[in-house]
Nanobody, 117 residues
């Protein structure tokens, strides 16, 4: 069973930066490489929303509110996905999750990002 493990969250002031990391454990590299990967987030009282996607060869797409501030990337050989988050706003506060697009793997625990002064 593929297990995704997110890390890198924390408390940061508005305007600050964080770099999130996700590793797909128990997934062979060829399987990981077959999927578009994504970062999602969920704030209290809200539905989980798609933040950014990265296709197998690196093409990316972003939700409008994070364009120009977030960068998603992947390391296929090491089965990792990253989210560089710059110019953070309080509205970015949420639990961030990593997963595939479409048919999802089992959700991980996510990593908490809190943007506050």
């Amino acid at each position: 069973q593929v297990q995704v493990v997110e890390s890198g969250g924390g408390l940061v002031q508005p305007g600050g930066s964080l770099r999130l990391s996700c590793v797909a454990r128990r997934a062979i590299t060829s399987v990981f490489n077959a999927y578009t990967m994504a970062w999602y987030r969920q704030a209290p009282g809200n539905q989980r929303e798609l933040v950014a996607t990265v296709e197998r060869l690196g093409s990316t797409n972003y939700e409008d509110s994070v364009k120009g501030r977030f960068t998603i990337s992947r390391d296929n050989a090491n089965k990792r996905v990253y989210l560089q988050m710059n110019s953070l706003k309080s509205e970015d506060t949420a639990v961030y999750y990593c997963n595939t697009v479409g048919t999802h793997w089992t959700w991980g625990q996510g990593t908490q990002v809190t943007v506050s002064s």
